[in-house]
């Protein structure tokens, strides 16, 4: 376990849902925030259609996979379909001390292991509104990836290891939701914030706390709707 007290950077894991438009919100903070920047995950898969080859991912081979594993450079590793994913150690970025948002799109799985390992880590979960919504922005992904969603949520609900949820209804309102979190973060944690603004703060975020009891019920009512419906089929 490290202690990220003395650091200056912030440390932020955003997971969702593929299809919960995680890649198109960290992109347009990237825009938006000049502290900003992404650590890319390492995969074996194919680049998708618009990818970038060093931003959201490093793509590299399964033997140049298997030699960062083997070098101790990996961690958060997982298996998805038949691709594998793994974060590069984060300490030597952490120690570059240089006041950066340092953004992560990860699965659940390698995000509790981050929040394990440096628990000061901003949690962030994203979901679309509606199911309906989340098909159409999988596309020809579509329901094949639906069962693994629903797992994430099961498990995030169970580990109570997330900070916020953020509901992706409209965009510019998500990626306002998101800066207000993380300026949140950051002036609570370096203690530049007063009473007053704390206030504001909570007037503005108290709907995307995670335990928040409509929070909750939102993704019990988007769990057990899906699942009522695989078991009539």
Do not use: H
Not at 79 to 96: A, C, F, R, S
Not at 152 to 173: A, F, P, T
Not at 178 to 200: A, H, Q, S, W, Y
Request: aromatic share 8%; charged share 35%; with cysteine.
């Amino acid at each position: 376990m490290n202690n990220l007290n003395n650091l200056n950077n912030l440390l932020v894991v955003i997971s969702g849902p593929s299809g919960s438009g995680k890649s198109t919100i960290i992109k347009n903070l990237l825009e938006r925030r000049n502290n900003a920047e992404q650590i890319s995950t390492y995969t074996t898969r194919e680049p998708r259609v618009g990818e970038s080859r060093e931003k959201q991912y490093k793509f590299i081979s399964d033997r140049e996979y298997l030699e960062l594993l083997k070098s101790n450079k990996l961690m958060a590793c997982s298996k998805i379909e038949n691709d594998y994913y793994g974060m590069p150690v984060l300490e030597d970025k952490l120690n570059e001390n240089n006041n950066k948002d340092l953004l992560i799109d990860m699965g659940v799985s390698g995000g509790l292991e981050i929040k394990e390992k440096f628990p000061e880590t901003v949690m962030i979960y994203v979901i679309p509104e509606t199911e309906e919504q989340l098909l159409r922005q999988r596309g020809a992904r579509g329901k094949t990836r639906q069962s693994r969603g629903l797992k994430q949520i099961e498990r995030i609900m169970e580990s109570k290891s997330y900070d916020w949820l953020v509901i992706n209804g409209d965009l510019e309102e998500t990626i306002g939701n998101i800066e207000n979190i993380l300026d949140f973060m950051r002036k609570k944690k370096f203690g530049d914030i007063g009473e007053e603004e704390r206030k504001i703060y909570r007037e503005k975020l108290g709907k995307l706390v995670f335990l928040n009891e409509k929070n909750i019920k939102f993704l019990n009512d988007f769990y057990n709707r899906d699942k009522e419906e695989r078991t009539n089929e």
